[in-house]
């Protein structure tokens, strides 16, 4: 499975059970780059999408369990450490700064081998500077 996140500065994904934040181009070009791909999320992040659902979004609340390899996953409020030996790719979209946060992605990058082999950066909807990493091992 391929998993997406969001990310502040400080790796946080959320606080007091909410997002950090959203934006609508990012949803685009999540949209845009799994076309064709089965996209899994639950039910929490589903509701960002409100409106722009896709016929390849899948929503479960045990998403991460069902995924198979080359799937999407969309995270914000789960932990992935638990499904590393699954993961293919990791693709995490940086807000650039820094939020309250009190719950932080939980899979050590550079501790468990991971490489950074793409960035790139873009102007989003809310944000001036949005970066994409793309992690592999």
């Known amino acids: 499975m391929i998993i997406m ?11 007091n059970k909410r997002r950090q934040s959203q934006d609508r181009i990012l949803r685009q070009r999540i949209l845009t780059q799994t076309a064709g791909s089965k ?8 509701k960002q999408f409100e409106g722009e659902i896709a016929e390849n979004m899948a929503i479960d609340e045990d998403f991460m369990d069902k995924a198979q390899p080359g799937d999407f996953c969309f995270i914000e409020n789960s932990s992935p450490a638990a499904y590393e030996e699954k ?11 820094k ?14 081998g991971w490489k950074c082999k793409e960035t790139e950066e873009f102007v989003g909807h ?12």
């Open 87 to 97: 993961i293919e790719q990791i693709i995490v979209y940086k807000w650039n700064r």
């Open 5 to 15: 996140t969001c990310l502040d500065d400080n790796g946080a994904m959320m606080f």
């Open 39 to 46: 996209l899994w999320m639950n039910s929490y992040s589903a």
């Open 99 to 112: 939020y309250p946060g009190d719950f932080y992605f939980d899979v050590s990058l550079e501790e468990h």
């Open 126 to 137: 809310s944000h001036e500077k949005i970066t994409k990493e793309v992690y592999e091992k």
